[in-house]
């Protein structure tokens, strides 16, 4: 059995991240068993030397039947590694706290009742939640409707929860989390989260 399997049409996909700050590595393909004591992945955005040169990464397959995992790369050509893991990372804790800043105008609804809708500005975006500003005037453990624009098909209408707010500067901040997402909707989340850290990535090389 060769090594390395043939490249192929992405599949199995999982995000590769620097285990110390969670910083986008690249993205890629599982090749093999994703429980096997050696996992090989194709890398087919992001840049391999990155991975290569981080001491351990975070494995984040986007099926949410698989675990995250901590691993290192022991093997590697071209664009093909293969990575031997280490152990598995416990819970949804790092697809939850995974963060990214964001810049892009949405529109709240409120749910109370209150007709209309006011402009946003997003602030940052994880699977878990998302942070604006807005002049808009929201209350804690208040739900409102987020448009989440920057998803790769069509936008998200999701609700969250108000969870703090502050005045800034004559707006308000706002930080929420989302309510009954389903795993759809989290995995366009976390796609659009991490391909602006590989677009911001590209940018600054």
């Known amino acids: 059995m060769a090594f390395f399997s043939k490249k192929s049409k992405p599949k199995n996909v999982c995000v590769l991240l620097d285990s110390a700050n969670s910083r986008v590595l690249a993205r890629g393909s599982m090749e093999g068993p994703p429980d096997g004591m050696n996992i090989q992945i194709n890398i087919f955005e992001g840049s391999p030397q990155d991975v290569i040169q981080a001491e351990n990464v975070q494995i984040i397959p986007a099926d949410e039947e698989l675990h995250p995992k901590l691993g290192h790369v022991i093997q590697y050509k071209g664009s093909q590694l293969v990575l031997e893991p280490l152990r598995d990372l416990v819970g949804n804790q790092v697809r939850e706290n995974l963060r990214m800043p964001v810049d892009f105008e949405t529109y709240?609804?409120?749910?109370?009742?209150?007709?209309?809708?006011?402009?946003?500005?997003?602030?940052?975006l994880s699977c878990g939640g998302i942070s604006f500003y807005s002049d808009g005037k929201f209350y804690v453990e208040e739900q409102v409707q987020v448009v989440i624009p920057i998803t790769r098909t069509a936008p998200l209408l999701l609700t969250c929860q108000v969870l703090r707010q502050k005045d800034e500067n004559g707006s308000t901040f706002y930080a929420a989390k989302f309510l009954d997402?389903?795993?759809?909707?989290?995995?366009?989340i976390r796609?659009?989260?991490?391909?602006?850290?590989?677009?911001?990535?590209?940018r600054s090389a």
């Open 108 to 124: 709240v609804y409120p749910t109370d009742g209150r007709e209309g809708r006011w402009t946003a500005r997003a602030n940052d």
């Open 181 to 188: 997402i389903l795993n759809e909707q989290e995995s366009m």
């Open 191 to 202: 796609e659009a989260v991490f391909n602006v850290q590989l677009l911001a990535r590209r």
